[in-house]
């Protein structure tokens, strides 16, 4: 068995008549941490989103875990032990913090994450537990976000753009956490407009423009160079 853990080839995918991802080829090993950049709109979430089997009518092949999980329910792909972080958090705004964990953990795949592992790596969580998700500060509900994904103890694990909006020392105390959450085995991807955060972070990455890999290199050998004609195509 080969060590891709993620193969995914030839990836399209459109809103309407839009199409907003052109032929992605990627892969990801057991065990690896892959950033994603790009500018803005360039397909990042939306690539993220037809890997959870969000993006009806993609098309392209998805290899998860020797298993072709195109065209499966985003049900079925979460069952498999996918988990995404998605953009602006999406918590449910009605229910306390320990709920929104809860909804995470409904799966019941067997691993480390429960209630208590998430309140041990977010301590902060643990004293808010009651309050409703909306009272918390930005930096607490993607703490929350992070927690609900783990609770359902994914294979992999996809952040998008887990720092916007939030102070450097909060990004500080979320990214500092991130390797207690993928030393276990798990592989992630991670969306990230920080370029250095993105590099420092993964071992490979991907920059898409305009819905196309426009190059792919390791995190400690690529140039600064070649990343921002990625970004800008100039
Ligand atoms: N729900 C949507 N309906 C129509 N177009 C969309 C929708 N979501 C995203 N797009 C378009 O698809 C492209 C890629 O968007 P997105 O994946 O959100 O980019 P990124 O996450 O890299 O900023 C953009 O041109 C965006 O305008
Ligand atoms: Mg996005």
């Known amino acids: 068995m080969s060590d891709e853990f993620v193969t995914i080839t030839n990836l399209d995918a459109h809103y309407g008549d839009f199409q907003a991802l052109y032929g992605v080829d990627m892969h990801i090993d057991r065990g690896e941490v892959v950033a994603v950049i790009g500018a803005n709109g360039a397909g990042k979430s939306t690539l993220?989103?037809?890997?959870?089997?969000?993006?009806?009518?993609?098309?392209?092949?998805?290899?998860?875990?020797?298993?072709?999980?195109?065209?499966?329910?985003?049900?079925?792909?979460?069952?498999?032990?996918?988990?995404?972080?998605?953009?602006?958090?999406?918590?449910?705004?009605?229910?306390?913090?320990?709920?929104?964990l809860i909804i995470g953990g409904r799966l019941q795949r067997p691993g480390p994450w429960n209630l208590e592992s998430?309140?041990?790596?977010?301590?902060?969580?643990?004293?808010?537990?009651?309050?409703?998700?909306?009272?918390?500060?930005?930096?607490?509900?993607?703490?929350?976000?992070?927690?609900?994904?783990?609770?359902?103890?994914?294979?992999?694990?996809?952040?998008?753009?887990?720092?916007?909006?939030l102070a450097p020392i909060v990004i500080g105390e979320i990214y500092s956490a991130i390797p207690d959450v993928i030393g276990q085995g798990v592989s992630a991807i991670i969306v990230e407009q920080d370029i250095s955060k993105a590099l420092s972070i993964s071992s490979r990455v991907y920059c898409l423009q305009e819905g196309r890999v426009a190059l792919e290199g390791n995190s400690d050998t690529i140039t600064r160079e070649a990343i921002s004609q990625a970004y800008f195509g100039v």
């Open 48 to 100: 993220l989103r037809s890997i959870s089997g969000l993006m009806p009518n993609g098309s392209g092949q998805i290899k998860f875990k020797d298993a072709d999980i195109s065209g499966l329910r985003a049900d079925e792909i979460a069952h498999l032990g996918l988990a995404l972080v998605p953009e602006g958090r999406q918590l449910f705004p009605s229910l306390s913090v320990e709920e929104n």
């Open 118 to 165: 998430v309140y041990a790596l977010f301590p902060i969580l643990a004293e808010r537990r009651n309050s409703p998700s909306t009272a918390l500060s930005g930096g607490q509900q993607q703490m929350v976000a992070i927690g609900r994904a783990l609770m359902a103890n994914p294979d992999l694990i996809m952040f998008d753009e887990i720092s916007l909006g």
